[in-house]
């Protein structure tokens, strides 16, 4: 089973990603935002060994990005993203997955 949400919201910043689910994070902190959601989310992922799938798109139309929860058994942290190079040489976390796409 799979749960993806996608949506037209600004892009994660790298200081973000690479943050994510390891300490409380937001980009929308002007707003009253805490980070605690993506902190509850990542140990509810790890509980149940689901994967969280985040896929950043070049053309933001009619999508910006896409979070996918897969049930998949997996744990993984996955990043698919047209800013592969950039993600890929300053994102230093170990657990995480970055693909390329066009």
Same mark, same amino acid.
């Given at each position: 089973?799979?749960?993806?949400?996608?949506?037209?919201?600004?892009?994660?910043?790298?200081?973000?990603?690479?943050?994510?689910?390891?300490?409380?994070?937001?980009?929308?902190?002007?707003?009253?935002?805490?980070?605690?959601?993506?902190?509850?989310?990542?140990?509810?992922?790890? #509980?149940? =060994?689901? @994967?969280? !799938? /985040?896929?950043? %798109?070049?053309?933001?139309?009619?999508?910006?990005?896409?979070?996918?929860?897969?049930? #998949?058994? =997996?744990? @993984?942290? !996955? /990043?698919?993203? %047209?800013?592969?190079?950039?993600?890929?040489?300053?994102?230093?976390?170990?657990?995480?997955?970055? =693909?390329?796409?066009?």
């Amino acid at each position: 089973y799979e749960i993806t949400i996608k949506d037209n919201g600004c892009e994660f910043s790298i200081d973000t990603l690479q943050k994510l689910g390891l300490q409380s994070v937001t980009t929308h902190k002007d707003t009253g935002g805490t980070g605690m959601g993506f902190l509850t989310t990542f140990k509810t992922l790890k #509980d149940c =060994n689901a @994967s969280i !799938i /985040i896929t950043e %798109y070049k053309a933001q139309n009619p999508y910006s990005k896409s979070i996918a929860f897969s049930f #998949d058994g =997996n744990s @993984s942290f !996955i /990043i698919n993203s %047209y800013r592969y190079n950039q993600l890929k040489e300053q994102i230093t976390r170990t657990d995480v997955t970055i =693909n390329s796409i066009e």
